[in-house]
């Protein structure tokens, strides 16, 4: 197949025409600007949503094939470096959820001020980033793109963040590029030990077909990639950038960071650090399944103490992002299969949660729960927006969140030995503490009496932001009331992961 008859490419190649479009803009031609930034978010709308059929027809016509779509040009070759594309159903999906975020994320920053122009140059640049992470194959080239994809959030959150945004981007960089650091390590050790015939690769296929990776190498590279993804999905104790960093982004890059930025720590952890090195992952998974567990319960208990509402839902995202690698550490389908409903639920309900905290300080210029009351009824279509993302995410029936915790914890309890059980009942029990902090900030919030009485001649959303948040809130309740049609489509895909790691256990 022609790399350019391959849908993939243009999941690149959209956001870099729609860089191209703002590059001529007008700076002070907002109307241009705005009209850009929706027509390239809606094109991979409407490409993610026709990636979705054409996986659905591929496996239903009975193509087994671990990766679809695949396509390969030689980049460089004295190092076999390939632009190697191709997805499974968890690359699938976690495509459709960055072009729906992305798309919420344009009429979340509809108002952005000031230079919105330079704003969605760095925010589609970033994007590039993040779909062409999932659409590689090839170990250079996916390292290429994660950077692609960090390397915008210093400016997006030093020029267009608020409170301390210098200190904030400034850590969030330092300690994601540490991260980096000890990933590219990794990567360098896999490649060098990617063959047994002396034709090394950076296929990600190849590499796990070829099972080169000496065991005792394994041992050593394993904790750098798993540490290295680790931190961006913000694990314990390489989490404590996430809550500065998301406190001070403007809202959008909120919603983009936490909502599919984080994910990458995920999907990186079992595309790479697990799939490539078995024999480590099953030796070392304990630690790290370990360290997962607290960050779960510390997540949740620190939200339950804070009192700025991006801060509360910045530890909520370390605690929701702990379940998503301790799931994976699991080592089976099932429980894996939970940790990709995870990214998706927690993906779609904290962009919902940043863009409705965005759009609350941008009304009220607080953040701090004890200076709001009463908000439900001078802004109720918020409110009941607000309502909808925290029941989510204590996990009710009937949205994405309960799906999602409750595959990941008949998964994990499959295990039969003491220690895995013992940490899954520990995992579960975020579910109360999650409950509380939820409960308390939406009684704090939107009840009770009007604390600023100022608050009262605010306005409800206006149509671009009712626009931004519905199409998030219809997206929750469809995974919370149609689980199945995304199961069916990731299940499959962890099937090989799983047989690497069955021979080790």
């Not at 041992?219 to 989490?239: E, I, Q």
């Not at 070392?284 to 208990?301: E, H």
């Not at 009942?425 to 999650?434: E, F």
């Not at 604390?451 to 948040?469: G, I, K, P, V, Y």
Request: proline share 3%; glycine share 10%; aromatic share 14%.
């Amino acid at each position: 197949m022609q790399i350019f008859d391959n849908i993939l490419i243009y999941f690149v190649i959209v956001p870099l025409l729609t860089l191209l479009g703002l590059a001529l803009c007008n700076n002070k031609s907002i109307k241009a600007i705005r009209a850009v930034a929706v027509t390239g978010a809606s094109v991979l709308v409407a490409l993610a949503s026709y990636l979705v059929y054409l996986f659905l027809q591929a496996r239903g016509a009975g193509d087994t094939s671990e990766m679809l779509l695949q396509s390969s040009i030689s980049w460089y070759a004295p190092l076999n470096i390939n632009l190697a594309l191709g997805v499974d159903g968890v690359s699938v999906v976690m495509i459709l959820l960055s072009a729906f975020i992305v798309f919420a994320g344009v009429f979340a920053s509809w108002k952005i001020n000031p230079l919105p122009k330079q704003f969605f140059l760095w925010f589609f640049l970033l994007s590039i980033g993040v779909f062409g992470f999932f659409i590689s194959i090839d170990l250079f080239t996916m390292f290429m793109f994660y950077e692609v994809a960090l390397i915008p959030m210093y400016l997006l959150i030093g020029v267009w963040g608020s409170g301390n945004k210098n200190y904030s981007a400034m850590k969030l960089t330092l300690m994601l590029m540490g991260g980096s650091a000890f990933l590219m390590l990794a990567l360098i050790g896999i490649y060098f030990h990617s063959s047994t015939d002396g034709h090394l690769t950076m296929n990600l296929l190849e590499i796990a077909k070829n099972n080169a990776v000496p065991h005792d190498w394994q041992l050593y590279l394993f904790p750098m990639a798993f540490v290295g993804f680790g931190v961006l999905g913000a694990m314990f104790p390489f989490h404590t950038w996430s809550p500065d960093g998301h406190a001070s982004a403007p809202t959008a890059v909120s919603m983009l960071h936490a909502g599919v930025l984080m994910k990458l720590g995920g999907y990186g952890c079992f595309r790479i650090a697990i799939y490539l090195m078995p024999y480590a992952a099953s030796e070392l998974g304990w630690i790290f399944l370990t360290l997962t567990g607290i960050s779960i319960v510390y997540g949740a208990f620190s939200a339950c103490v804070q009192t700025d509402l991006k801060y509360i839902n910045a530890y909520s995202s370390v605690s929701h992002c702990g379940m998503v690698l301790f799931a994976i550490l699991m080592f089976n389908q099932t429980a894996m299969t939970g940790a990709v409903m995870q990214m998706l639920s927690h993906g779609l309900m904290t962009a919902l949660f940043f863009a409705l905290i965005g759009m609350i300080y941008g009304r009220t210029h607080t953040r701090d729960i004890r200076e709001m009351g009463g908000m439900m009824h001078i802004m109720p279509y918020l409110g009941v927006g607000y309502v909808i993302a925290g029941l989510a995410s204590l996990g009710l029936p009937g949205l994405s969140g309960f799906a999602a915790e409750m595959t990941i914890f008949i998964g994990s309890f499959q295990h039969g030995d003491m220690f895995h059980r013992v940490l899954t009942i520990a995992g579960a029990s975020s579910i109360v503490i999650t409950a509380v902090y939820i409960l308390r900030v939406v009684g704090k919030l939107l009840f009770g009496a009007v604390q600023n009485e100022h608050h009262r001649e605010l306005t409800d959303a206006s149509w671009e932001e009712r626009l931004s948040t519905a199409v998030l809130m219809v997206c929750v309740a469809a995974i919370g009331c149609f689980p199945n049609f995304f199961i069916n489509i990731i299940y499959d895909s962890f099937a090989p992961v799983v047989d690497a790691l069955k021979v080790f256990m």
